[in-house]
């Protein structure tokens, strides 16, 4: 029986690790002929102690496939200035020798060693592809976003060197763009951020055209949930094997005091805000949201985060005290129908029955998380592509409702209390028509991932590919 081994190399940050993981998971439960070994990058600028915790859980498990399942940490990266190439380029070098320990410890043991049978990498990582090619193997990109955004970064690279097309000239105008992988024509002032700065947007439309060299996409979604993007997208062949999700341990870290404030609300009745693992709001943005929710009336639940020194490239922090930037008073007047939190488990809250809405950036992972658990969510997008997710959501999809989805963290501009309040209000009507299409789509987002299920399937073509068979 022939072996193969994967290589997955992801982004260092934790969304996207774990998300690889999960779908490595995936993988080795599906067929027990393939193993895998996750090739870890470290950066200065990303905790490198959750990182090695969470490795370190998952080395300790027990699970069927966990000797199958290695990870091996390349040497720590800390450049004075940060910049995706280069980043990755100087990355090469370490993983094209870990690739090589690999082999030669494989062909030192007694038992046939499984063949390299390919690349899996992070939608960030494809100069990886480079290496894989000095292996001569195969390389798939494992795309954490949705369909939506692989077409529209497909598209906009197209145009940008056909037409010399600039996202970031567009940025300002009334234009509209024909995206082939969105039912309606998209609006300039809904650009995601990434393609609005150009140190990210050389390195994005680089990235796109490498894609077009992989034998194939892996992307998490599912059909019935982006079967318009997924049909648009013709080459390379996409395998739509989502959700890929982290929901095995849920509840399992969460601070038992937040759990319990749940266990004491009615059903559906709070509102969940938080902004994921980078996001962040000015003072002045904090006092117009606590103020939308207290106009609300209803019960909520906040992750608020503070931001990191102006310039300084880090993740936001937890207040050591709230009340220095919330209104004089609100945690007193709030006090029967809120909690303000710093990091909070956001899994183990989405699923938690007192949850009735979700107040989000828009990541995907937290778009698929409210869609698992059938949260609907009120967009309010702050970076990366989360702009893009937000417009699908609300308008391709009709599965949210809006805040601000063309805000961004480098806007200038506040959303004032009046306008989240009308958000909230939306988000918490119970029996509408966005609410039950939210529960429709969670219960397909489950049976995808069943044998005959759509994600299933598409998994098991992946596979056979890999395999030869």
Known sequence: ??????????????????????????????????????????????????????????????????????????????????????????????????????????????????????????????????????????????????????????????????????????????????????????????????????????????????????????????????????????????????????????????????????????????VFLCFGSMGSFSEDQVKEIACALEHSGYRFLWALRRPPLPGKLASPSNYEDPQEVLPEGFLDRTAGIGKVIGWAPQVAILAHQAVGGFVSHCGWNSVLESIWFGVPIAAWPIYSEQQLNAFEMVFELGLAVEIKIDYSKDSEIIVKCDEIERGIRCLMEHDTEKRKKVKEISEKSRKALMEGGSSHFWLGHFIRNVMGN
């Open 1 to 270: 029986m022939e072996k193969a081994q994967l290589v997955f190399v992801p982004w260092p940050g934790m969304g996207h690790l774990v998300s690889a993981v999960e779908l490595a998971k995936h993988i080795l439960t599906r067929d027990h002929r393939l193993s895998v070994t996750v090739l870890i990058l470290q950066l200065s600028f990303i905790n490198s102690k959750q990182v090695h915790n969470y490795i370190e859980s998952l080395q300790a498990s027990s699970s069927t496939i966990s000797n199958s399942l290695r990870f091996i940490v390349l040497p720590k990266d800390e450049p004075e200035l940060f910049n995706f190439t280069s980043f990755i380029e100087r990355q090469k070098p370490h993983v094209k020798e870990a690739v090589l320990k690999i082999i030669q410890s494989e062909s030192t043991t007694d038992s046939p060693s499984p063949r390299l049978g390919g690349f899996v990498l992070d939608l960030f990582c494809a100069p990886m592809i480079d290496v894989a090619n000095d292996f001569d193997v195969p390389s798939y990109i494992y795309f954490t976003s949705s369909a939506a955004f692989l077409g529209l970064m497909l598209y906009l690279q197209k145009i940008h060197d056909e037409e010399k097309f600039d996202p970031i000239e567009f940025k300002n105008s009334d234009a509209e763009l024909p995206v082939p992988s969105l039912v309606n024509p998209f609006p300039a002032r809904v650009m995601p951020y990434a393609m609005l700065r150009r140190e990210l947007l050389s390195p994005t439309l680089e990235n796109a055209r490498r894609y077009r060299e992989v034998k194939g996409i892996i992307v998490n979604t599912f059909l019935e949930f982006e079967s318009y993007a997924i049909q648009s997208l013709k080459m390379p062949p996409v395998y739509p094997v989502g959700p890929i999700l982290d929901i095995g341990s849920v509840g399992s870290n969460a601070p038992q005091e937040i759990m319990q404030w749940l266990d004491n609300q009615p059903l559906s009745s709070v």
